[in-house]
């Protein structure tokens, strides 16, 4: 599935939220994350996600899409990300 993920963490957590989203998915904007990943790998990603975030303070919001094929991609302005960099 293709998703996008974004997160607002508090500053003593927002390190370890960014570390832990470059494991799995691209890197977009200031805590936005994009990119192909399995349901097992997502699962991961939320579960280590829940160990060290403060729920009544943090959120995680994510967009689910079976396919990226199936959806339109429009950056203006100066895209932070580069995706299409790799071999």
């Not at 699962?43 to 009544?56: D, R, V």
């Amino acid at each position: 599935m293709y998703v996008i993920l974004v997160y607002d963490f508090g500053e003593k957590r927002v390190g370890k939220m960014l570390k832990l989203c470059r494991k799995y998915l691209f890197w977009v904007q200031n805590s936005v994350f994009e990119g192909e990943i399995t349901d097992v790998k997502l699962k991961e990603l939320l579960q280590t996600a829940h160990g060290f975030m403060n729920q009544k303070e943090d959120s995680i919001i994510l967009f689910k899409h079976p396919s990226l094929m199936y959806m339109d991609k429009e950056i203006i302005g100066k895209e932070k990300g580069l995706t299409d960099n790799f071999l």
